[in-house]
C-alpha cells in the first residue's frame, strides 16, 4: 500500500494527466501527495517558450512580480534577449515554476487530496525528480511519459526512462 506518492510536472498536458493521476491514487488510499517542478533554467528557450505561452505564465508572474518590465515578454525565449539581469531572470523562472506546482497543487487538492506538499529544484531533470521524491519520504513516482521538450527525448534520454531505470520504489508512467 502506498504511503507517499510523489509527482512531478513541467505544465505539460500529459504531466497535469500525472497530477490528476497521482491525486486520485492519493484521495483513494488517503496518503499525502508531494508535486515536484524542475526549475526550467538555461533549458532550450523554445521548451520554455511553449511552457509559458500555453499556460499564459509570463503575463501571471510580471503581475505578480516587483521586477521592472520595460516590455512585457511575449514569452520565455524573450526574457533571454537582451540585456536583462541575471537575477531577474533567475526569479521569473523560479516564479514560474512556483506557479505550475501551486496550480498542480489546486488540482489535486479539488480531487480530494487532504494533504499536498510542493517542492522546486534545480538540476538535471531525472536526477532532481529521484532526489525530491526521495526527500518527501515517496513510495511512488507518478510523472508523464513525455513533456515539454521533443528535442530532449532525442538528446538526453527519456526522463521517465531514467526516473523508471533509477528509482527504488514504483514508478507510474503516464501517457
Known amino acids: 500500500m502506498n504511503k507517499h506518492i510523489f509527482v512531478a510536472t513541467d505544465g505539460s498536458d500529459t504531466a497535469m494527466r500525472a497530477v490528476d493521476l497521482a491525486a486520485e491514487i492519493a484521495a483513494a488510499f488517503d496518503v499525502p501527495l508531494t508535486i515536484g ?3 526550467q533554467h538555461g533549458k532550450p528557450v523554445d521548451e520554455l517558450s511553449r511552457m509559458a ?3 499564459h505564465l509570463v503575463e501571471h508572474v510580471h ?3 516587483d521586477i521592472q518590465w520595460d516590455n512585457i515578454p511575449g514569452g520565455m525565449g ?3 534577449v537582451g540585456h536583462r539581469p541575471s537575477q531577474d531572470v533567475v526569479r521569473i523562472v523560479t516564479m514560474i515554476g512556483d506557479e505550475i506546482v501551486s496550480r498542480a497543487s489546486d488540482r489535486a ?3 480530494g ?3 499536498v506538499d510542493t517542492t522546486t529544484g534545480d538540476g538535471d531533470y531525472a536526477d532532481e525528480i529521484l532526489d525530491m521524491a526521495e526527500r518527501a519520504g515517496a ?3 507518478v510523472l ?3 513533456g515539454l521538450g521533443r528535442l530532449r527525448r532525442a538528446l538526453l534520454g527519456s526522463v521517465s526512462q531514467k526516473v523508471n531505470q533509477n528509482a527504488e520504489c514504483t514508478v507510474v508512467t503516464v501517457r
Open 139 to 141: 513510495d511512488m513516482i
Open 109 to 111: 487538492k479539488e480531487l
Open 53 to 55: 505561452e500555453v499556460e
Open 78 to 80: 524573450d526574457l533571454f
Open 113 to 115: 487530496v487532504k494533504t
Open 144 to 146: 508523464g511519459n513525455r
Open 63 to 65: 503581475k505578480k512580480s
Open 37 to 39: 517542478h524542475v526549475l
